[in-house]
């Protein structure tokens, strides 16, 4: 295996000793700043947690906002996001989209024809014919403030972040509240995806605002550090699996994710896989199809 090291340890999540809320007590609306309102989608599930944070974020008495992550296409989300609009006395000025997962971009082109604003995500299937496709490092002037455009591929190719003036991250699915992002095959790509996590460190953000689960205020560095810790722990893990015997992705998927419930497991699958790419193109395994083996 080249060197490459087997013995890592599993990293300790410092979310652990922070006082969060429980699974299923997210609150529907919550204000987390003045720039910053987050709507909870009711969406729940094993992968949305308590289900799909929209959030709207503006400078306060300039009537505007922007929405992002309108998520899915519920009219009871689009009348408590309509109800936090109006209690921060705003109209939607644009509806802008992390990544193109329906759970995210499903509401995008039918809320932005509702509020008359513009749609503008990485993928031009999700911005629509007459929305913005964004580009990394733009700074977009909307709703009296500034968001950066981050560039966070991995969990997606198409996967955006957006920098507050604040200092806080919005960063959709490429951090969670809770738990770790999933980065699937052949959609994800892991390479990609611990480069957006150390763009993001870079950032020293003052607070993460996540896609799904509570936002990450008190140390958000500690948690990316954590995220970056995991991956190595995962690939320790399915190396060490694979030189027990363990010759499949099913088989390392039993062996590793052995706590985890199985309905789970076919995401843990698509996790794996694009681990096990990550390993194969680095020279520590080899991949031929399902079955995995050392070089």
Avoid: I
Avoid at 121 to 131: E, F, K, L, N
Avoid at 214 to 225: G, I, K, M, R, S
Avoid at 262 to 291: F, M
């Amino acid at each position: 295996m080249r060197g490459y090291r087997a013995d890592v340890r599993a990293p300790a999540d410092p979310r652990v000793t922070w006082d969060l809320p429980a699974p299923g007590g997210l609150p529907r609306t919550a204000d987390l700043e003045p720039l910053v309102t987050r709507v909870l989608a009711p969406n729940p599930s094993g992968m949305t947690l308590d289900g799909t944070n929209t959030y709207l974020v503006g400078a306060p008495g300039t009537g505007q906002a922007v929405v992002v992550d309108p998520g899915p296409d519920d009219p009871s989300h689009l009348a408590a996001v309509e109800e936090a609009l109006a209690a921060r006395d705003a109209r939607c000025v644009a509806v802008l989209v992390t990544h193109h997962h329906g759970d995210h971009a499903e509401a995008a082109l039918p809320w932005g024809a509702r509020f008359g604003a513009p749609v503008a995500a990485a993928d031009v299937a999700v911005a629509g014919p007459r929305g913005r496709v964004l580009e990394p490092g733009e700074r977009l002037h909307l709703a009296g403030t500034v968001l950066g455009v981050v560039p966070t591929p991995g969990h997606t190719a198409d996967h955006l972040a957006f920098r507050l003036e604040s200092g806080a991250v919005l960063v959709g699915d490429h951090v969670l509240g809770r738990g770790t992002s999933v980065v699937t095959h052949p959609e994800g790509d892991v390479v990609a995806y611990l480069e957006s996590l150390r763009r993001v460190l870079d950032l020293g953000p003052s607070a993460l605002y996540c896609g799904h689960g509570p936002e990450l205020t008190e140390d958000p560095a500690a948690v990316l550090h954590f995220y970056l810790a995991h991956r190595a722990f995962r690939e320790s893990q399915l190396l060490a699996a694979l030189v027990r015997g363990a010759g499949t992705v099913d088989a390392m998927v039993a062996d590793v994710y052995a706590e985890v419930p199985q309905a789970l497991w076919p995401a843990a699958a698509e996790s794996t896989r694009a681990t096990l790419a990550k390993l194969a193109a680095e020279g520590h395994v080899v991949v031929d199809g399902e079955r995995v083996g050392l070089p």
